[in-house]
């Protein structure tokens, strides 16, 4: 039996006649998360968890069409039983399971088994074939615990202070930014770009707490940001206001950053390997757990992801996609 069908569209539930993050405009649009490369604007009718849809009405518009579920709640989209599960990523992000006659299909969207403190951690779903990224689909890719996360990025910011430096920290605005705030707090007042403190109402209105923090247009000027804490944007790594910050250090926090190269590429003054994706080790371990006897690999090392599972017993193909830019730091432009 066959579920689910890859199309220019996106993602296509053939029996329930519904796209899983569709890139092109349809009518019922299933959302995994709420990152720009999976919920693009202009679709007829949104499908979410309820913590997402705050963040579409945030990036997409307040008066777009959306119904929100909770997780494990089961719904019937023509005669398939439709619920979502936790994947880990961000807040709200879900896998999609489907169910037609018995037969079942999941698509994780991204995720991560890393327990951040902020996302519900990730659910195992078993099924008959499953969707997976890839993005960080090499052997090279091993995460440090979120602990020993958090540790590198106090020490970094104390040593900062030391030497009379700002620190200024270079993450997502949505989920990767948040994660920073936590692993900072009891360092003092955070200051984060307008961006992340939009986004961050999607947490605080899911009963998040967040470390005390202030919003900061660094176009008002940057004298009173002294030794502080900023955290900013990717779209703002090679801009001239982050050069007018006095005496500054900045570190981009990206899965990335496990290469030497990428920070020296970027020119950063540090690099914290700090990823919302599954590492190597984490994608095998949920792969081997849905027990499918079908695997699509998606945005990323897909082919060399696809390829080892199929090395190791377990069919699989590689699927082309449009998703996969928000851990990219090679454009300007935030698409998370």
């Not at 968890?49 to 945030?58: M, R």
């Not at 994780?108 to 997976?132: A, I, M, R």
């Not at 605080?204 to 967040?210: K, T």
Request: hydrophobic letters at 35%; a neutral charge.
């Amino acid at each position: 039996m066959q579920i689910l069908k890859f199309t220019s569209k996106g993602i296509y539930c053939i029996p329930g006649n519904f796209y899983i993050d569709p890139w092109q405009p349809v009518d019922l649009a299933v959302i995994t998360h709420g990152h720009a490369d999976h919920a693009k604007p202009s679709m007829k009718k949104y499908l979410c968890h309820h913590f997402t849809k705050p963040i579409l009405q945030t990036r997409i518009g307040a008066d777009i069409h959306c119904q929100s579920v909770a997780y494990g709640e089961t719904i019937y989209i023509n005669g398939v039983k439709m619920s979502l599960h936790p994947a880990g990523h961000i807040i709200g992000s879900a896998q999609i399971r489907m169910e037609y006659k018995g037969y079942v299909a999941v698509v994780s969207g991204d995720y991560k088994l890393q327990d951040d403190g902020l996302s519900t951690p990730f659910e195992y779903v078993k099924c008959n074939e499953f969707v997976s990224e890839s993005t960080f689909g090499l052997p090279i890719y091993h995460w440090l615990s979120v602990s020993e996360q958090e540790l590198q990025l106090k020490n970094w910011v104390e040593q900062n202070r030391k030497n009379g430096k700002t620190s200024v920290f270079i993450g997502y605005s949505l989920g990767k930014a948040q994660r920073i705030m936590k692993a900072l707090e009891g360092l003092g007042r955070l200051h984060v770009h307008y961006s992340i403190a939009r986004l961050n109402m999607a947490y605080e209105s899911a009963g998040i707490q967040l470390p005390e923090y202030q919003s900061v247009d660094l176009r008002n000027g940057t004298k009173e940001l002294e030794k502080e804490i900023i955290i900013l944007p990717p779209s703002l790594l090679d801009s001239q206001l982050l050069k007018k910050i006095p005496a500054v250090s900045h570190a981009i926090c990206s899965g990335w950053m496990q290469v030497r190269g990428a920070r020296r590429w970027r020119s950063a003054d540090a690099g914290f390997a700090i990823s919302d994706h599954a590492d190597w080790n984490d994608l095998l371990t949920v792969v081997k757990a849905t027990e499918a006897e079908k695997v699509y690999v998606t945005h990323g090392q897909q082919a060399i992801f696809a390829k080892y599972l199929n090395e190791i017993g377990i069919n699989a193909m590689e699927v082309k996609t449009s998703y996969g830019e928000e851990e990219d730091y090679s454009t300007k432009t935030e698409t998370e």
